[in-house]
């Protein structure tokens, strides 16, 4: 049997097992309207997607403290600047 990759809302209700055993070999995706709005993917691939192992979550202060430095650098003085004159009216 063919795979389809792309179910109707409606073709996919009235053919749920169907749906079901192809998305346990690739994940299938569900329009409504002529949109795509869901994709069905098996639980392992899912898991595999999902999974957080060996991966540290890091705090943005962790990220921040290991960005590399800029060089150092002055900003050049600045002159005098008289002040605009600015209308409110």
Same mark, same amino acid.
């Given at each position: 049997? &063919?795979? !389809? !990759?792309?179910?109707? %809302?409606?073709? #996919? !209700? #009235? *053919?749920?097992?169907?749906? @079901? $055993? =192809? /998305? =346990? &070999?690739?994940?299938? $995706?569900?329009?409504?309207?002529?949109?795509?709005? =869901? %994709?069905?993917?098996?639980? /392992?691939?899912?898991?595999?997607?999902?999974?957080?192992? +060996?991966? !540290? $979550?890091?705090? @943005? #202060?962790? %990220? @921040? *403290?290991?960005?590399? *430095? /800029?060089?150092?650098?002055? @900003?050049?003085? $600045? +002159?005098?600047?008289?002040?605009? *004159?600015?209308?409110?009216?």
């Amino acid at each position: 049997m &063919k795979t !389809k !990759k792309s179910w109707p %809302v409606q073709d #996919a !209700k #009235a *053919r749920f097992s169907e749906v @079901l $055993r =192809a /998305a =346990a &070999k690739e994940p299938q $995706r569900i329009s409504y309207r002529g949109q795509d709005t =869901a %994709v069905l993917l098996s639980a /392992a691939e899912f898991d595999r997607l999902t999974s957080k192992k +060996g991966v !540290k $979550r890091r705090s @943005l #202060a962790d %990220v @921040l *403290r290991d960005c590399p *430095r /800029a060089p150092e650098f002055e @900003l050049p003085p $600045r +002159g005098f600047e008289p002040m605009r *004159r600015v209308d409110f009216s």
